[in-house]
């Protein structure tokens, strides 16, 4: 994001009157009564914006002490305690129709058909019922064509922790890695979205904006 993080963290920029965490509190569903935010650079001032309480959902926070969005899990596996868990991006895009879809499973990974940048994202096999079969990393023949890639929503629970976090080769922990490692023992469903948007570029965040702008 260049300079404009230079004195704030990604989820606290503006956009269309609210930062992009605050589009994520608002998108939650009724049934999400508490919230565990975890937070690294600049935390603080997350934690000064947002409070202990946005739009009557208690607020909790914790520091990131393993790397990766994995890393950010199990940073958080104290405050967790047991039965579903919703994770999210806490800088990107989502809807709250798409995060119930999800909601509705036991398990589930949100997934989107999306022309993949690069081979270091996964396209993500399934069967017939929408069920995690498997993964790999796309060829350059995949890289033009449309393929369902995890989005950023997971639905989880506390069985996530008798796996090990998979370990990237830049040495982050992989939250979707572990939960395709699962996958091989624990039905995981695939969730088709409609509605995500990444925020990784000042362009992108631009194009959030006036996707903002045409949902209003």
Not at 29 to 44: A, N, Q
Not at 178 to 186: G, K, Q, Y
């Amino acid at each position: 994001m260049g300079g404009l993080t230079d004195k704030k963290p990604k989820s606290l920029l503006p956009l269309a009157g609210k930062t992009i965490i605050e589009y994520t509190l608002l998108s939650l569903p009724l049934e999400i009564d508490s919230v565990v935010v975890v937070v690294k650079y600049l935390g603080d001032m997350i934690k000064r914006e947002i409070g202990s309480e946005y739009a009557g959902i208690k607020i909790d926070y914790v520091e990131q002490k393993m790397d990766g969005t994995a890393g950010a899990v199990w940073s958080a596996k104290e405050k967790i305690g047991k039965g579903k868990l919703l994770v999210l991006n806490g800088d990107d895009l989502y809807s709250k129709k798409d995060i119930s879809k999800c909601l509705s499973h036991e398990t589930a990974m949100g997934l989107q058909e999306i022309i993949l940048p690069s081979q270091n994202y996964l396209i993500i096999e399934s069967d017939s019922s929408g069920f995690i079969t498997g993964w790999h990393k796309p060829s350059r023949e995949e890289l033009g064509v449309k393929q369902k890639s995890a989005v950023g929503i997971y639905v989880i629970d506390e069985r996530i922790f008798d796996y090990e976090p998979v370990v990237l080769l830049n040495g982050e922990y992989g939250l979707p890695q572990t939960i395709l490692s699962m996958s091989r023992d624990i039905p995981v469903k695939g969730v088709l979205v409609d509605n995500w948007v990444q925020i990784n570029t000042p362009e992108e965040l631009i194009r959030a904006e006036e996707c903002l702008k045409i949902k209003k």
